[in-house]
């Protein structure tokens, strides 16, 4: 997780720090599934789809990363 510390080192609210920490990590885990040659190939092949999503549970709301524009969308 230190990329993900790395790049909310800005961030100084502790709770929104936590939470952009947590978006990240979800971001870095699908660029590192990415990494993996079968992974790769049939998600190029549209055999394999990946979806990123993070479950506040302090909040109880769940987001959904959007692939178009890499941002967290809540679900209602």
Do not use: N, Y
């Not at 080192?9 to 929104?16: N, T």
């Not at 870095?28 to 190029?44: D, Y």
């Not at 092949?45 to 809540?74: D, K, N, V, W």
Request: aromatic share 6%.
């Amino acid at each position: 997780l230190e990329p993900a510390r790395q790049r909310t080192a800005h961030v100084h609210d502790g709770g929104a720090r936590h939470t952009e920490m947590e978006r990240h990590a979800v971001r870095l885990s699908l660029e590192r599934l990415m990494t993996f040659p079968f992974v790769a190939e049939r998600v190029r092949a549209g055999s394999l789809a990946l979806h990123g999503a993070r479950f506040g549970i302090a909040e109880g709301q769940l987001e959904l990363l959007e692939s178009e524009t890499g941002a967290f969308q809540r679900i209602e």
